[in-house]
């Protein structure tokens, strides 16, 4: 089946910092989601894309889907400390929708 | 728009227990809502599709005698961990898929099982 491979698995940055985290696929996806989870929360959605090439901006987040359609990057801008959480990005291929592993984000003041 | 809520938000129960779990979406129908469980520290892992009016389809390796799942209305699924033993402690988290494939989460369940 379809895998994502989502990196970093953690960072721990310093507030103010850029972040920037990947997904890759093995195989294409017609649609890349970004979510976020707050401890002991759902996630809620960041940013949708439905585009190969699509570059879409949602505040300090920026996030784009692959030109090949196997990959997709979300940045953070001049981080704060609610941004801390996890970062989830899924995939969308014919059938069903797949979640990465989750990048935990930790942010220090 | 889009909100998804849950109930019970956490719940404690005894082993060999059956616990009901509601997930409904509160302003819009919701034909496709989804179940998941999330281990601490670890990604969503998809338990079932529940869809309006049918059974429900479990993904490989779920049990659908132990998790009962009903979607007896547009805005109202409930999943139900029957006979829980403590190795079903988790996060279960429910979605609604609004149009698309977007889905809409709701806040989660923290099940123990002691």
Redesign the interface.
Known sequence: GQQLNQSPQSMFIQEGEDVSMNCTSSSIFN?W?W?KQDP??????LI?LYKAGELTSNGRLTAQFGITRKDSFLNISASIPSDVGIY?C?G?GNN??R????T?LTVKP | GAV?S?HPSWVICKSGTSVKIECRSLDFQATTMFWYRQFP????M?MATSNEGSKATYEQGVEKDKFLINHASLTLSTLTVTSAHPEDSS?Y?C?ARVS?????????T?LTVL
């Open positions: 649609t989601l979510y002991g929360e759902g996630p809620v959605l949708a989830f899924a969308r069903d929708m979640f990465g592993a989750g935990r | 998804v849950q520290k670890q990604s969503l998809l996060f988290i979605s698309g494939w977007e889905q809409f989460f709701g806040p989660g923290r």
